[in-house]
């Protein structure tokens, strides 16, 4: 049979995340690719978990989720962030942030509509986009000289948009270069939304996962962009749980709605003992959340240190998992081939960054590293990657 799959949709057959990790097994490789901790969530969290199980949660959870997951969910935006959402009609829970992701651009996103996306971009928004019909105007965040924090040009975001701009997409804290917008860099975001009446698409899955005391400002906070702002976040990051696929669509009632109906055929409701667990933790885990955030700053900082002792030039983190490294210093120019090297050359993996670009040229001589592991993980890689020089060199 020749290619079943759509066409619009066969660039994104093979993707360099299976061939890295497949890489990284194959070769015993400690693995700084792939953004997930290698240590659990807070204890009672867990054990909620597994006490709803046997206490019988495990039947069909209402479709929009349940009432005390979309409780808490609207207690801590308006307790964070004086964000006030009924939790009703305003919030929504989706298998993940990746199902609100998917149900969303499906939802708004006519065929031919333009979506403004900040590249390097996760890599479900792409293929989203695409599924949906729509078409990709990439704005490219690169290092300010002053500060080594990825930023946008304001005058490359406002010459991105055009007659069939539908929406633009803002992921901060931003995966994979660790920027944390301020309430400036929002602000000319949000100005150009209110000037051509976009909806805003945020994806704030790291909301509490910035350093150095710098805030989370959701986007939805500023003049006039309440109500034309859908947003997403889930547990995965929030509770170091990425397997538990369960997050939430908070925003004015006609764009909820509006993602709900898509969802609803999607996968109709996620999973309810988790809701139930979740709802408890967001209500009363904060000093956990505090500590995590904390020690991923550390973490941070270590693996900072040693990938610029190694002689990358590295990126400014200000939240996340990750870090960019620039391997330029290093004598190389090709961040696939070295991260395809890497694994057999070195026992360390990571992911090439000119995978979340549409100009692949804008990331080629980058690569994202992960620091969400325990220290003596980050320590090893470092070693490993400081000897690989040394016998490169
Ligand atoms: C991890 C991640 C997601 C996916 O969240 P899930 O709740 O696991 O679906 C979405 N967006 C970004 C930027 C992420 O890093």
């Given at each position: 049979m020749d290619n079943p799959l759509i066409e619009r949709m066969r660039?994104?057959?093979?993707t360099i995340f299976a061939e890295m990790t497949r890489l990284a097994t194959e070769t015993g490789s400690v693995n700084?690719?792939?953004?997930?901790?290698?240590t659990d969530g807070p204890r009672p969290l867990l054990e909620a978990a597994s006490r709803n199980i046997l206490e019988g949660v495990n039947q069909y959870p209402p479709g929009p989720g349940r009432p005390e997951l979309r409780r808490a969910v609207s207690r801590y935006r308006s307790r964070h962030y004086g964000i006030d959402l009924?939790?009703?009609?305003e919030v929504y829970i989706t298998v993940g942030a990746t199902a609100g992701i998917a149900a969303a651009l499906l939802a708004l996103v006519e065929q031919g509509d333009e979506v403004i996306v900040f590249e390097p971009m996760y890599d479900s928004y792409a293929a989203m986009v695409t599924l949906a019909g729509g078409v990709r105007r990439p704005v490219t965040l690169r290092p300010d000289?002053?500060?080594?924090r990825f930023v946008f040009d304001p005058d490359e975001l406002r010459a991105a948009?055009?007659?069939r701009t539908r929406m633009v997409l803002v992921n901060s804290?931003?995966?994979?270069?660790g920027t944390v917008f301020t309430a400036q860099e929002l602000e000319e975001i949000a100005a150009v939304c209110r000037e051509h009446d976009l909806i805003a698409f945020t994806d704030?899955?790291?909301?509490?996962?910035?350093?150095?005391g710098r805030p989370h400002v959701p986007?939805?906070?500023?003049?006039?962009?309440r109500e034309r702002t859908v947003s997403v976040s889930s547990v995965g990051k929030m509770f170091a749980?990425?397997?538990?696929?369960t997050g939430w669509v908070m925003g004015p009632e006609p764009l909820v709605t509006a993602v709900r109906t898509v969802n609803q055929f999607l996968t109709f409701s996620a999973n309810g003992a988790l809701q139930l667990a979740i709802a408890d933790a967001i209500d009363n885990e904060g000093e956990w959340v505090a500590a995590q955030r904390a020690a991923l700053q550390g973490k941070r900082d270590r693996l900072a240190a040693g990938l610029a002792e190694t002689g990358f030039e590295v990126g400014v983190s200000e939240g996340t998992y990750f870090v960019m490294a620039d391997i330029r210093p290093l004598g190389y120019t090709s961040g696939v081939d070295i991260a395809r090297a890497l694994p057999r050359e070195a026992g360390v993996a990571a992911v090439?960054?000119?995978?979340?670009?549409?100009?692949e040229k804008e990331g080629e001589h980058l690569l994202r590293f992960a620091f969400c592991k325990r220290d003596e993980v980050l320590d090893e890689a470092v070693a490993r990657l400081t000897a690989w020089h040394h016998r490169a060199s």
């Open positions: 660039v994104y057959g093979e700084l690719g792939q953004g997930f901790p290698d009924d939790p009703d009609t000289p002053a500060t080594g948009v055009g007659p804290p931003h995966n994979p270069t704030e899955v790291y909301e509490f996962l910035t350093f150095d986007l939805a906070t500023l003049p006039g962009m749980v990425t397997g538990w696929k090439p960054a000119q995978v979340f670009y549409d100009r």
